[in-house]
């Protein structure tokens, strides 16, 4: 399933965006990558590549860094695709049924029972499913959609922080319809619920002249069963990694660092940057890692993200080892 904004963007003035204009996702996603904005921005101009036609998230969950460089004018259009029906569904909603979205949350019972009543069934329609993915984004644990996660403050509500304590109805709406312009602008060139080997076979047919950026984001390698609906397991990881390995269109991906990883991605070329096969890849993928921090309420921890990409030149600043 997937939403594809076919009109041509309206060449927005690039003089309307200024880099310091941000715009932060309306869910609080778990892993988000907010934290690498700064990278990307460098990137971006490091490899001259400003403003580009097309900034892609496979794995969309919150879009932090599509937001953000869409809002900085830095790309023109993204597209935006994730498999878990209910983060698709929010994103359909808040680009093409802003207003729909807005009044659900503005009408929003923030209450233990809701959101009992939204673990239990989310819904069937997509205006359903976005207001369920919101909802109980901004009211469970580290925004975990998943299984285990309870409601923030516990299911007795004793805590000082209590359910509501991250739903700032203000705050998220002003964020929905700022996505909302964005989609009137014709600058979400899609929204998708689709694998990301489908996702990346429909660009590559559809966006073949564009000058486009691959952002992959996979669930972790590491938890990422706890954290999402749908998550990978090792053969996933594998079959990325070959994908990755033979994708002639510029891509970066970060992970949460494992040897694992490194293996996977080095196995695939030899010395001279030619996979087994005999293939020749647009790049030798490079590996790189960099620092992050993912805090909660409770804890601040820092992590060290592997940063793996075809292009050649890579921001310093965010490197600590290639
Ligand atoms: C690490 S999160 C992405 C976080 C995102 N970069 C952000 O800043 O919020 C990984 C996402 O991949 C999605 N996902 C899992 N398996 C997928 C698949 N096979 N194809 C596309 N998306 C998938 C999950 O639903 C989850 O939203």
Redesign the pocket.
């Known amino acids: 399933m997937h939403t594809d904004n076919t009109q041509q963007a309206s060449s927005p003035s690039r003089r309307q965006f200024s880099a310091n204009t941000e715009l932060r996702?309306p869910?609080r996603?778990?892993?988000?990558?907010?934290q690498l904005v700064p990278f990307f921005v460098d990137l971006l101009k490091l490899n001259d590549q400003t403003p580009l036609d097309l900034f892609v998230?496979?794995?969309?969950?919150?879009?932090?860094?599509s937001l953000h460089l869409l809002e900085a004018g830095l790309i023109e259009r993204t597209v935006l695709?994730?498999?878990?029906p209910l983060?698709y569904a929010f994103w359909h909603q808040a680009c093409f049924k802003t207003e729909q979205l807005v009044a659900d949350i503005a009408t929003a019972d923030v209450t233990l029972e809701e959101w009992h009543k939204l673990r239990a069934n989310p819904g069937k329609t997509l205006r359903e499913k976005a207001y369920a993915c919101l909802f109980l984004n901004r009211t469970s644990y580290s925004g975990i959609l998943q299984g285990r996660a309870g409601p923030i403050g516990g299911q007795r509500q004793q805590s000082k922080y209590k359910i509501d304590c991250r739903f700032y109805k203000e705050e998220i709406i002003h964020r929905l319809r700022q996505i909302g312009r964005l989609a009137t602008e014709g600058r979400i060139a899609a929204v998708r619920r689709?694998?990301?080997h489908t996702?990346v076979r429909w660009v590559e047919e559809n966006y073949s002249q564009s000058r486009r950026l691959y952002?992959f984001?996979?669930?972790?390698w590491e938890k990422?069963e706890r954290?999402?609906?749908?998550?990978?397991r090792r053969p996933?990881h594998e079959r990325l990694a070959k994908l990755l390995i033979n994708l002639q269109a510029p891509w970066v991906l970060s992970y949460d660092y494992h040897d694992e990883i490194i293996d996977l991605y080095r196995a695939s070329t030899d010395a001279n940057g030619r996979t087994p096969g005999g293939l020749v890849p647009a790049g030798t993928p490079r590996l790189h890692t960099t620092d992050l921090t993912y805090c909660n309420r409770h804890e601040k921890r820092g992590a060290t993200e592997l940063i793996i990409t075809n292009l050649n030149n890579v921001p310093h600043d965010y490197i600590n080892r290639t």
């Open positions: 996702s869910l996603y778990p892993g988000g990558k907010r998230e496979p794995f969309a969950g919150g879009g932090a860094v695709a994730d498999l878990d983060v689709t694998d990301v996702t952002y984001d996979p669930p972790f990422g954290l999402y609906r749908k998550a990978f996933q």
